[in-house]
Each structure stands twice: as structure tokens, then as C-alpha cells.
């Protein structure tokens, strides 16, 4: 595989490493086949092939994080299926997280896209697509 322009990692600074991990680890292991890759004591990061997340607890609080600045938006992945969309959806709603524009799901990202969108522990926006329109 040729690495020349793959993203080899992305590291986000979090307020609460141990919901950051209830968080992710859910999702990244349990439902998007990542893999944890390495463990610390401010730290943890998930592997999928050959790309990472890491996060990390910082210590500095303020300002909070706003998707609406400068920085990053959302993290987005893929999916096989609307099925399986609609499985992380219910999830979501039993662990207690938030859902985004769940008036318009699940085409809050246009008429042909299958999405959930929905936010982590620090109001990271996360974007789960279906890859079925794309095939």
C-alpha cells in the first residue's frame, strides 16, 4: 500500500479521558472495527489499517471546545449499511448521548445520503454514513 498522502493519525486533546474512552472505544472497537492500538496514562489511541485516533487528556480546561471555530467540524465514517446506521442510532439513544438533527434523519446531509449525526462526551460532531449510495 502506497502511504504517500493517507493520513497516518489525528490526535484530539479531551476534557475526560475515562468518558472519552466509554465513548470510543464503543464505537470505534465495537461497531467500526478499529483495534486499540496504545494505552497511557493520559492517553489512548484506535487503529483502523493504517490510520489512528488518538486522545488525550489536557489539563488546559478553557476555552471549550466549538465545532462552530476555527478547527475541526466532525469526524465522519462509513458503513456498510443503513442498517447498520439505524443500529448505532438506537445505541446512541440507550447509552444517553445526543443526536443531531434528528428531526431531518436520516438525510440530514442531503436526499441520497443515509447518515446519523450525533456528538461525543466533549461535543465532538460524529457523522455515520451508509456506503451503499456510493456502490
Request: proline share 2%; aromatic share 14%; net charge neutral.
Amino acid at each position: 500500500m502506497k502511504k504517500t498522502g493517507t493520513i497516518s493519525h489525528i490526535e484530539l486533546y479531551v476534557t475526560n479521558l475515562k468518558e472519552t474512552r466509554k465513548f470510543w472505544e464503543w464505537l470505534l472497537v465495537d461497531k467500526l472495527n478499529y483495534q486499540l492500538f496504545q494505552k497511557w496514562e493520559k492517553g489512548v489511541s484506535y487503529r483502523f489499517e493504517g490510520t489512528y485516533i488518538v486522545f488525550v487528556q489536557t489539563d488546559k480546561l478553557e476555552p471549550k471546545y466549538n465545532r462552530a471555530a476555527v478547527g475541526l467540524n466532525h469526524l465522519a465514517f462509513y458503513v456498510e449499511s443503513s442498517q447498520i446506521v439505524d443500529l448505532i442510532r438506537q445505541e446512541v439513544h440507550e447509552r444517553g448521548y445526543r443526536e443531531l438533527y434528528a428531526d431531518r434523519y436520516p438525510h440530514a446531509n442531503g436526499n441520497d445520503v443515509y447518515t446519523l449525526f450525533f456528538e461525543d462526551p466533549d461535543r465532538i460532531k460524529v457523522e455515520i454514513v451508509s456506503d451503499e449510495r456510493r456502490k
